[in-house]
């Protein structure tokens, strides 16, 4: 079966790093998205990788390795406003998004 | 204004009523999506309209039915739903670059539904 595992809730520090990993198994491969969703909002685009590496966009960079079937969303210098939770989706080869359940991310001063 | 908005944002309804979602894009795109989101687990697509054509259902009861009138505007109807249908429901669309493939999909506030 197809499936997307990320960890349930994180905690970090204000001014820290923070990796959100995601793992994920799906029939066919062509890509991996990472939203933004916060409380009672709409999830937000971050980033898509389709190739191995990383990908950076401002404080916020995204990893791909495609032969290992991983990923993580690295949040540098976090902020207050990062606390949300972050959503790793797979991009099947019937280009269906097998979405996770998505990690909380609780930032402390 | 928002790429995406959904009405009503918030909605409790009983079991025997019938009501109805609705979103609206205003980005141009050729795709419109229905998900069911419950908390602590995965966003579950339930509809995929491309072209405003039906491509996806899912397996969705038949008490959720969607309605997809132009390349802007998606409904879903709602009748005889049961409690555990309580969930927030966010539209989202995309543009379809190519037969197939799907871009960057832009997400609704959501409509917040509780069933007593």
């Known amino acids: 079966g197809q499936n997307i595992d990320q960890p349930t809730e994180m905690t970090a520090t204000e001014g820290a790093i923070v990796q959100i990993n995601c793992t994920y198994q799906?029939?066919?491969?062509?890509?991996l998205f990472w939203y933004q969703q916060h409380a009672g909002e709409a999830p937000t685009f971050l980033s898509y990788n389709v190739l191995d590496g990383l990908e950076e966009k401002g404080r916020f960079s995204s990893f791909l390795s495609r032969s290992k079937g991983y990923s993580y969303l690295l949040l540098k210098e976090l902020q207050m406003k990062d606390s949300a939770s972050y959503l790793c989706a797979g991009l099947d080869s019937n280009y269906q998004l097998i979405w996770g359940a998505g990690t909380k991310l609780i930032i402390k001063p | 204004e928002t790429g995406v908005t959904q009405t009503p944002r918030h909605l409790v309804m009983g079991m025997t009523n019938k009501k109805s979602l609705k979103c609206e894009q205003h980005?141009?795109?050729?795709?419109m999506y229905w998900y069911k989101q419950s908390a602590k687990k995965p966003l579950e697509l339930m509809f995929v309209y491309s072209l405003e054509e039906r491509v996806e259902n899912n397996s969705v009861p038949s008490r959720f039915s969607p309605e997809c009138p132009n390349s802007s505007h998606l409904f879903l109807h709602l009748h005889t739903l049961q409690p555990e249908d309580s969930a927030l429901y966010l539209c989202a669309s995309s543009q379809e670059v190519l037969a197939g493939e799907i871009g960057e999909q832009f997400f609704g506030p959501g409509t917040r539904l509780t069933v007593l």
């Open positions: 799906t029939s066919g491969f062509n890509g």
């Open positions: 980005l141009g795109h050729n795709a």
